[in-house]
């Protein structure tokens, strides 16, 4: 028999009059399978909106917010980290003020962003929190949102970074017939990677468990070998401006600082990833980002543990959480003395649940979809050569594919925005015009957070040369 939802409306109008609470008008009458509403509200801010609070299943918690001046459109918003609240990264790009209806999970569980003990011995929550929450909460929200405005969303995206970025392209993969337009920022879309790379900086970074108060590399040290990375490679794009244009062509040797072995080994973890007897088995770090707090302060290196119970690190956080929790189900579970070798095998499993690694995007495609990826160069959360090897096996399967599959590299960059790059983009009306005209960006233009101007990102391959001119004016740059 068919589960039809319980409804609890509370309509929050304290100090509203009766125009305001119209907002949520025939809201009450929903009636999906599996679905209880437990709170509507009435909202002024940031535009008059109507926001539904509900849960699917026995534990998917989502909301979805419905402005008063809809625009015809959708959009779902991603989740960071673990997840285990109630997120929405679309509300971050003024989703609202634009007049989309949008909506976010807490992806079926509810904990601290960086805790992963929820999963343990938790099969249903692990494949809730890999793309089954998202899934459901967007077909939902679908619903809702035609039933308040009695039209169905004329166009539906997906934006989200970090975790989000990996959720968008689960979308593009496991469902691609959900979304017309995907913005994926910084994916962690190979779990097993990222972890195993999460694990082998932190094996250096605090090599006993016990001993968590101070990392192996100090702030002082940190700020040496940035200084030194920018003394030798700053200056190759033709700026000396503290952002380097492409990492790559960065040669820089951490052998040649004068610091201990044990430190130069934690440096070279970093960049070099982590190995086996085979070779690497995940991919390491670009030069950038090794002196800034968020970067490799406060995710690789860290500052110690703060207080008790907390990780040292957003690495040693999320690393060893994914291990103990959801690779080996083993709350005791220690990276010392633990070894790389057979890694990918012994994490398969849960691989095939949260990682989105597939470069054949043929039936998103067809379907029309148009994938848009970001990521800072500079960001010491999730390295930006991972997400270059994925849309190169992308183009690889399909030439073709460039042309509704793009790559913005985002010079000094760091997790998602931030750092002495720029990185304010307006993604949302890119995404948007994109879809619309079927004309795919070559360029798209990120202005500094001081506002001091901005430049141009280039679509991958291609890259930004500077021609002379104000650093700050993206007509002194071109892209090729």
Sequence with gaps: MRRLCTCIIVIATIGASASESDVCANIDDIALPDLTVEEVEALKEPVPHCKLTGRLGREIGFSVWLPENWNGKFVMGGGGGFVGSIQNQALALGALQRGYATAGTDTGHQANGIDGSWALHNLERIVNYGHVAIHRVTE????????HYGEWPERNYFAGCSNGGRQAMAFSQRYPSDFDGIIAGAPAFDFGGVAAAFVNVTQHMYPSMTELSTPLLSSEDRSILANAVLAQCDA?????????NDPRECEFE???LDLPPEKIAAIRAVYEGPQNANGPVFHG??????????GWGAWLAGVGQLAEGAPPSAAFGFGVDLMRYMVYHDPDWSYEGFTFDGYRERVAAVESVLSAKAPNLDEFRNAGG??????????????????????DAVYNHDSAARDDVRLFL????????????????????????????DLAPDELTAAFADESGARPLCAYPEKTHYIGGDDRAPSSFECR
């Design 254 to 256: 951490p052998g040649s």
């Design 236 to 244: 190759l794009d033709g700026l000396e401006d503290g952002i380097m």
């Design 370 to 391: 148009k994938l848009l990826f970001y990521h800072g160069w500079s960001d010491s959360a999730l390295s930006a050569l991972a997400t270059i090897e994925y849309v």
């Design 410 to 437: 985002m010079p000094g960059v760091l997790h998602c925005a931030g750092g002495p790059g720029p990185w304010m983009v307006d993604y949302l009306d890119v995404i948007d015009r994109w879809v619309d005209t």
């Design 140 to 147: 939902t929200a679908k619903h809702i949102t035609k039933s």
């Design 285 to 294: 770090w670009p030069f950038g980002g090794e002196d800034e707090d968020g």
